[in-house]
């Protein structure tokens, strides 16, 4: 499977409306966490201020456009984000650092190439940007098992605040990482990891 990943700008329209068909068909249809607007396709007053990560599937027939089989949406938290708003209670007491942090959310990967690690792509993209940027810290939301997962490959993800439950049944926590300290490990526990991400 031949994918490209990529920093999408609100230049890119016609792949940031295929990140919001994506996020849809995840958020709306499968986990019913976001309202349907009627238009297939799900945004919100955060995506004004946001950055997105795109993983593309070069198609087969000449002249038609990628396809967004993964993304992740990202912001910075000088502005306002889920954490301070939808997310409130899972951070209650907590105070989340605003210099050189980035919130991570609308995680959606394609049912179809799940078991191909895109997450991992994702994460390498976020990682070449933060360090060109100066981004040392990231949050997000995300279920137990899913955190235990990014622990287990030497991600170190910190859990912050109170679990919920979802509409779907799913439990999710707050974490963050401190991406200098992640390297750091990866580097000593899984050297293999480390390369693919700082390549």
Do not use: C
Request: proline residues 2%; hydrophobic residues 45%.
């Amino acid at each position: 499977m031949k994918t490209q990943v990529k920093v999408i700008t609100k230049q890119d329209q016609n792949v940031l409306e295929n990140i919001f068909r994506l996020r849809y068909s995840v958020y709306v249809i499968e986990k019913g966490w976001a309202p349907d607007a009627g238009n297939l396709m799900e945004q919100d007053n955060y995506d004004e201020q946001a950055g997105y990560i795109a993983v593309l599937q070069k198609g087969e027939v000449p002249g038609v456009a990628e396809e967004v089989i993964a993304t992740a949406r990202f912001i910075s938290l000088q502005n306002k984000i889920m954490l301070d708003e939808e997310f409130h209670e899972l951070v209650a007491g907590v105070d989340l650092i605003r210099e050189g942090a980035i919130e991570i959310t609308r995680i959606a990967i394609d049912n179809r190439f799940r078991h191909q690690h895109l997450d991992i792509q994702i994460y390498q993209k976020l990682v070449q940007w933060s360090i060109e940027n100066n981004i040392q810290y990231w949050y997000f939301v995300v279920e137990k098992k899913y955190l235990r997962y990014l622990n287990r490959l030497g991600i170190k993800a910190v859990r912050i605040g109170k679990a919920k439950t979802f509409p779907d049944g799913v439990t999710a926590i707050a974490a963050y990482i401190d991406l200098k300290w992640v390297l750091e490990v990866l580097q000593s526990e899984n050297n293999q990891l480390y390369l693919k991400v700082v390549a």
